[in-house]
């Protein structure tokens, strides 16, 4: 299919729906391939624009393409939505894709290497594990509340349950004690494997230079470096480290009209992971400095003493993505000024 100037995938896992137009726009063929049928076809296809939305398995395939030649273009689905025209459908979503591609002022998302999805899953893994851990330590202390026994909020007070259990004596039936054992021998494997990928993703900080770089800025251990490398693009595809902060959602969004500039809380539109370990990392630097005591004259001291801990937290996390930029795109290691 010589004629072909454009070659847009609506993905799915087995069924995907593929539609060609030529360089005018007009579109040539709309219809539904098998996963192996898509294989053969960008296979079979001269070089051409393929787009696709930025989804799942979008940079699987996007890496496909471009080893057979294609222009991979990954899309905001964001953008996609305004060109969809009345019903919402899988052959109105691949013209839509088709469409999107060709505006002159559209912005794509770039093409993930194996290895930058790799540190991904990592990062995803040791996330759900924290997560699946909490949810434990939360369900059994709430089963422990209904006979009595009240345990602190974390894993370091965990300890204290087999105190309580020893002491609340024939209260607590038997049953229960072997369910507690369960959830603290489920919880122990769940913490042992934190603390594995926890320990990878240290010791993949000793090894890569752009990791030690970003540990270097105060505030930023080595999940959050993990989390920069594994989902943020090349840096310097930005223009400044403020449009680096609005692509993380750090920026207040606005709501301008007239002439009048209106601005409200931030955006949140951006990536979510590095956004929330940013202000973790902020919040527990703004700690650091209310517990160590504020330094005079400061910008962090002032903004403190001025706004609500969070309101600062949420200033530091952006000036920390603008600094993150400057770092990686001089190449150059954090310094205290």
Same mark, same amino acid.
């Not at 709501?255 to 929330?276: A, E, F, N, P, W």
């Given at each position: 299919?010589?004629?072909?100037?454009?070659?847009?995938?609506?993905?799915?896992?087995?069924?995907?729906?593929?539609?060609?137009?030529?360089?005018?726009?007009?579109?040539?063929?709309?219809?539904?391939?098998?996963?192996?049928?898509? !294989?053969?076809?960008?296979?079979?296809?001269?070089?051409?624009?393929?787009?696709?939305?930025?989804?799942?398995?979008?940079? $699987?395939?996007?890496?496909?393409?471009?080893?057979?030649?294609? =222009?991979?273009?990954?899309?905001?689905?964001? $953008?996609?939505?305004?060109?969809?025209?009345?019903?919402?459908? =899988?052959?109105?979503?691949?013209?839509?894709?088709?469409?999107?591609?060709?505006?002159?002022?559209?912005? $794509?998302?770039?093409?993930?290497?194996?290895?930058?999805?790799?540190?991904? %899953?990592?990062?995803?893994?040791?996330?759900?594990?924290?997560?699946?851990?909490?949810?434990? !330590?939360?369900?059994?202390?709430?089963?422990?509340?209904?006979?009595?026994?009240?345990?602190?909020?974390?894993?370091?007070?965990?300890?204290?349950?087999?105190?309580?259990?020893?002491?609340?004596?024939?209260?607590?039936?038997?049953?229960?004690?072997?369910? %507690?054992?369960?959830?603290?021998?489920? !919880?122990?494997?769940?913490?042992?494997?934190?603390?594995?990928?926890? /320990?990878?993703?240290?010791?993949?900080?000793?090894?890569?230079?752009?990791?030690?770089?970003?540990?270097?800025?105060?505030?930023?251990?080595?999940?959050?470096?993990?989390?920069?490398?594994?989902?943020?693009?090349?840096?310097?595809?930005?223009?400044?480290?403020?449009?680096?902060?609005?692509?993380?959602?750090? %920026?207040?969004?606005?709501?301008?009209?007239?002439?009048?500039?209106?601005?409200?809380?931030?955006?949140?539109?951006?990536?979510?992971?590095?956004?929330?370990?940013?202000?973790?990392?902020?919040?527990?630097?703004?700690?650091?400095?209310?517990?160590?005591?504020?330094?005079?004259?400061?910008?962090?001291?002032?903004?403190?003493?001025?706004?609500?801990?969070?309101?600062?937290?949420?200033?530091?996390?952006?000036?920390?993505?603008?600094?993150?930029?400057? !770092?990686?795109?001089?190449?150059?290691? $954090? /310094?205290?000024?």
């Amino acid at each position: 299919m010589p004629d072909v100037h454009v070659l847009a995938i609506d993905l799915a896992k087995r069924s995907f729906q593929v539609c060609g137009t030529d360089r005018g726009g007009a579109v040539l063929f709309n219809r539904t391939v098998s996963r192996t049928k898509l !294989i053969q076809l960008l296979s079979a296809q001269p070089p051409c624009i393929v787009a696709m939305e930025a989804c799942a398995t979008s940079h $699987y395939w996007g890496r496909f393409g471009q080893g057979l030649g294609h =222009d991979v273009r990954l899309v905001p689905p964001i $953008y996609v939505k305004p060109f969809v025209k009345r019903q919402k459908n =899988d052959a109105a979503d691949a013209a839509a894709i088709a469409e999107a591609a060709l505006r002159p002022n559209m912005h $794509y998302v770039a093409v993930k290497s194996a290895e930058q999805q790799a540190r991904a %899953v990592a990062f995803r893994t040791h996330q759900c594990f924290v997560r699946q851990r909490t949810q434990l !330590i939360n369900a059994l202390r709430g089963h422990l509340a209904e006979f009595g026994l009240i345990v602190a909020q974390g894993p370091a007070h965990l300890k204290q349950i087999v105190e309580l259990l020893d002491q609340a004596g024939p209260e607590v039936p038997d049953a229960v004690r072997e369910i %507690v054992r369960l959830y603290l021998d489920q !919880i122990d494997v769940l913490t042992l494997k934190i603390e594995e990928l926890h /320990r990878g993703l240290r010791d993949a900080t000793q090894e890569n230079a752009e990791m030690r770089r970003l540990c270097t800025v105060p505030g930023v251990g080595p999940v959050t470096a993990g989390a920069v490398l594994a989902f943020a693009p090349d840096l310097r595809a930005f223009s400044s480290g403020r449009n680096f902060a609005a692509w993380l959602g750090l %920026v207040p969004k606005q709501r301008s009209t007239g002439g009048k500039t209106r601005l409200g809380g931030v955006s949140k539109m951006g990536q979510t992971d590095i956004r929330r370990l940013l202000i973790v990392g902020a919040m527990s630097r703004i700690r650091w400095i209310v517990r160590k005591g504020i330094l005079p004259g400061s910008w962090l001291g002032n903004l403190v003493g001025r706004k609500p801990r969070m309101v600062a937290a949420v200033a530091l996390a952006n000036k920390m993505a603008r600094i993150i930029w400057a !770092i990686m795109t001089r190449e150059e290691n $954090y /310094r205290m000024a």
